[in-house]
């Protein structure tokens, strides 16, 4: 089914450890990006990109990194995790222009905890 | 900066009523989208319904409508018949359609339960 799919759903990290999260699309979408989701704060955004070879941060990038090295793929890499990146992690994905009118096509989400 | 405020934490309604959940937004731009996703407990966002701020009418999905108030800057979703399924978060959503920016701006959501 096309659409977006993270990778993991559920991930448990220890403090200073790294990881990378997946997200990938099959709709050619142009825009992808990443978002937090905390409880009472809605949803974040983390870093977009707009295409291959262009990100750009968001609201609340610090401590994270993401590369686009293909059109489908945009993965999330946390460098060294902390507490409080303790959160529910979603890609989401659209058309620039025209279908992007749309909105958004979400993964299912990334729960991630860091103890 | 746009902003996008859900001053409703959490709403109840009971089986088969209609409820409303409120958004209002604030924006110096002219033209822009407004949207409503509905996040049931499985985490998967949805989208509900969208409304281009140029069209006076408001939109309409089945039991899902919209009272769309642009000089308000209101955007508020009526859920009508509602049912046990129509329970989750619900967020408001902002989208510029300015050339060029292409984020989306979220309220912090409204969680809806429906009583039996």
């Known amino acids: 089914n096309a659409g977006v799919t993270q990778t993991p759903k559920f991930q448990v990290l220890k403090t200073g450890q790294s990881m990378t999260l997946q997200c990938a699309q099959d709709?050619?979408?142009?825009?992808m990006s990443w978002y937090r989701q905390d409880p009472g704060m809605g949803l974040r955004l983390i870093h977009y990109s707009v295409g291959a070879g262009i990100t750009d941060q968001g609201e609340v990038p610090n401590g994270y990194n993401v590369s686009r090295s293909t059109t489908e793929d945009f993965p999330l890499r946390l460098l060294s995790a902390a507490p409080s990146q303790t959160s529910v992690y979603f890609c989401?994905?659209?058309?620039?222009?025209?279908?992007?009118?749309?909105?958004?096509?979400f993964g299912s989400g990334t729960r991630l905890t860091v103890v | 900066a746009q902003t996008v405020t859900q001053s409703q934490p959490e709403m109840s309604v009971q089986e088969a009523e209609t409820v409303t959940l409120s958004c209002t937004y604030d924006t110096s731009e002219s033209d822009y989208y407004l949207f409503w996703y509905k996040q049931p407990p499985s985490r998967q966002m949805i989208l509900v319904i969208r409304?281009?701020?140029?069209?006076?009418q408001n939109a309409t999905e089945n039991r899902f409508s919209v009272n769309f108030q642009k000089a308000a800057k209101s955007f508020s979703l009526k859920i009508s018949d509602s049912q046990l399924g129509d329970a989750a978060m619900y967020f408001c959503?902002?989208?510029?359609?300015?050339?060029?920016?292409?984020?989306?701006?979220f309220g912090t959501g409204t969680r809806l339960k429906v009583l039996a």
């Open positions: 709709m050619n979408h142009e825009y």
């Open positions: 409304q281009e701020a140029y069209k006076q």
């Open positions: 959503a902002y989208r510029s359609a300015r050339s060029g920016t292409y984020k989306y701006i």
């Open positions: 989401a994905s659209s058309y620039l222009q025209g279908l992007g009118l749309y909105g958004y096509t």
